[in-house]
Each structure stands twice: as C-alpha cells, then as structure tokens.
C-alpha cells in the first residue's frame, strides 16, 4: 500500500523567511512524488514532480523540493516566502513498481500562512 | 487551451435527488478523473477512466456512477443524493504514456455541492 504524511496542519512564516513544507512517504517499491497547490476556491495546480533523476526538483513560483530516499521525504522549500504563497498544499505520491497512473495519493494538506 | 472545465460551479440539492457533474478537457488527455474533497481529508478518487469507453472505481465510488464516450467528457453521476455525499468534487485529467510528460494531472475548478 502506498501511503504520504503531511505532519503539520498549518505552517506559518513571515514574508522574506525561508519555507518548508513536509512531506514524508510510504511505498514499496520506487515513489513518484508531487506537490500541488490549492488557492481559495480554486482547483489545484501543478508545482512539481519528481520521477527519477536529480533528488532536487525545482518548480513553479520559485518552489523547489528535495528527494530523500532514505528518510522517505519530499519537503517543498521556498528561500523567500511571499504573501500571495499563502495556500492549501498537497503532496502526492504512487508507487511507480506497483500502482497505476490512476493510484495517486494525497496527503490531507498543510496550510502555509505567509504574513507580513 | 481552457483545460479542464467543470459545471456547475455550485448546487443546492434535496436528499434522493440526481444530477450531473459535467466535466470536459480539451488536451487530448487519455486520463480523467474524479475526486471528492472533505475538510481535513484531502483528496479521495471516486472513478477514474483510462480511455474513452473504459472507467473503473477508485476508493469511494458508491453512490455514483461515470461514463466516458468521448476523450473529452467524463461526466459524474448522482444518483441518490445523500448528506454524505456534501463535498467539493474535482475533476482532473492527465497524459500517461511510457515517454514524455507522465502522469502530471490537471484539475479543474471544482463544483461545490451541497445536499440537504
């Protein structure tokens, strides 16, 4: 079974701070990891993805997220945080041995608060 | 491109009622899917459909049904709207193959519905 954790409801920091969001994951054979993004009353957009390769991912909006196979993370990390970063973010995760392109699945969220 | 794009935004229904989610993308996605999101919970797939003509259950289908007769249309239905059934339902598509951008999946704005 495949399973992610996204250990903190809500993540606060100040504009200018850097951010992480966490993310750990379970699966049994190889991970396909993302990071979508949620603004109020939208759907969610696409930020990053890793498959294979480099463990850094860098992605949309100056967001990037390291791969760590061996504490089983994916934690996104911004340098400088900004107040319109403020937003719902999920992280997402399948097997890439055993599950299907349709058996992604998601973390329940962390909420990032940027404040002035 | 529009993307995927979902009516209606927002409906109001009794207990016992049916209805339509309608759902469309125009990026020549094999993939579509639904989802279904509760606070605190993130996302949970109801159906998913590989290619037009075939559909198959994700992790919370009961009390809905799909059909996928075109590439572009993956529309939900309700058949007996239950209380349980309050939620805000996503769609999303994606490209897989073997090569090239894999299994990034593109939301649409969600309808939000209500049965009471």
């Known amino acids: 079974a495949q399973s992610v954790a996204q250990p903190e409801d809500q993540v606060n920091v100040a504009e200018g701070n850097p951010l992480t969001v966490k993310c750990t994951y379970s699966?049994?054979?190889?991970?396909?990891l993302f990071w979508y993004v949620q603004y109020p009353n939208r759907g969610l957009q696409f930020l990053l993805k890793?498959?294979?390769?480099?463990?850094l991912v860098k992605g949309s909006y100056g967001f990037e997220a390291e791969f760590n196979k061996s504490q089983t993370s994916f934690h996104l990390k911004k340098p400088s945080a900004l107040v319109s970063d403020s937003a719902l973010y999920f992280c997402?995760?399948?097997?890439?041995?055993?599950?299907?392109?349709?058996?992604?699945?998601f973390g329940t969220g962390t909420r990032l608060q940027v404040t002035l | 491109n529009a993307g995927v794009t979902q009516t209606p935004k927002f409906r109001i229904l009794k207990i016992g009622q049916s209805m339509t989610l309608q759902c469309t993308q125009d990026?020549?996605?094999?993939?579509m899917y639904w989802y279904r999101q509760d606070p605190g919970m993130g996302l949970k797939l109801i159906y998913y459909?590989?290619?037009?003509?075939?559909?198959d259950k994700g992790e919370v289908p009961n009390g809905y049904n799909v059909s996928r007769s075109t590439t572009e249309d993956f529309p939900l239905r309700l058949e007996l709207a239950a209380p349980s059934q309050t939620s805000v339902y996503f769609c999303?598509?994606?490209?897989?193959?073997?090569?090239?951008?894999?299994?990034?999946?593109?939301f649409g704005p969600g309808t939000r519905l209500l049965v009471l």
């Open positions: 699966v049994s054979g190889n991970p396909y």
């Open positions: 990026m020549n996605h094999n993939y």
């Open positions: 890793y498959i294979t390769g480099d463990n």
């Open positions: 459909s590989v290619g037009a003509g075939i559909t």
């Open positions: 997402a995760v399948r097997d890439a041995d055993t599950g299907t392109a349709s058996k992604l699945t």
């Open positions: 999303a598509s994606s490209y897989v193959s073997t090569s090239g951008d894999r299994e990034t999946q593109y």
